[in-house]
T-cell receptor, first 110, second 110 residues
């Protein structure tokens, strides 16, 4: 089935640790996005990529990094510089008309 | 500054009645709008969209209305069903970026 796969579903981070969230799509979409959702808040854009080997910062990029080496993959690294990483992270891809979302990763701090 | 706003964080409606969810935007250049539905711990799923060349789009029980002069759109669900209970996000797309509102949590009471 075509879609977006995020893994893991749940992730725990220790103090000072970097963690990487995986996002893979087989929809052949050029554009991919990472959003963060906090309780009672909307979806805030972290990073997006319109094409392979290129990406731009969103509204809350500090403390995060991404790469886009392949069209299918857009991993997000939450670095130790991100002081409040506990949130629900959503990856999405776009066909320029709408966004298709993965099922999300819940990141918590130990 | 929030470019897409949903001023009602929550809404409760009796089963069988109409649910009306509202969304306001600030940028008159926005020309394409979408509604997404989200269950807890899942990714949002696309519901319905509308282009600025229209003022109404209908899909089954869901209708979206767009008032460009007021920079306002609304989603009507008729009749509301318990399975419609979820968080609803409106979004605007200018130039391949997606701006989301903060969401409205709809509860349909059986």
């Amino acid at each position: 089935d075509g879609g977006i796969t995020q893994s893991p579903k749940y992730l725990f981070r220790k103090e000072g640790q970097n963690v990487t969230l995986s996002c893979e799509q087989n929809l052949n979409h050029d554009a991919m996005y990472w959003y963060r959702q906090d309780p009672g808040q909307g979806l805030r854009l972290i990073y997006y990529s319109q094409i392979v080997n290129d990406f731009q910062k969103g509204d809350i990029a500090e403390g995060y990094s991404v790469s886009r080496e392949k069209k299918e993959s857009f991993p997000l690294t939450v670095t130790s510089a991100q002081k409040n990483p506990t949130a629900f992270y959503l990856c999405a891809s776009s066909n320029n008309e709408k966004l298709f979302f993965g099922s999300g990763t819940q990141l918590s701090v130990l | 500054d929030q470019q897409v706003k949903q001023n009602s964080p929550s809404l409760s409606v009796q089963e069988g009645r109409i649910s009306i969810l509202n969304c306001d935007y600030t940028n008159s250049m926005f020309d394409y709008f979408l509604w997404y539905k989200k269950y807890p711990a899942e990714g949002p799923t696309f519901l319905i969209s509308i282009s600025s060349i229209k003022d109404k789009n209908e899909d089954g029980r869901f209708t979206v209305f767009l008032n460009k002069s007021a920079k306002h759109l609304s989603l009507h669900i008729v009749p509301s069903q318990p399975g419609d209970s979820a968080v609803y996000f409106c979004a605007a797309i200018p130039r391949n970026q997606f701006y989301f509102g903060t969401g409205t949590s709809l509860t349909v009471i059986p």
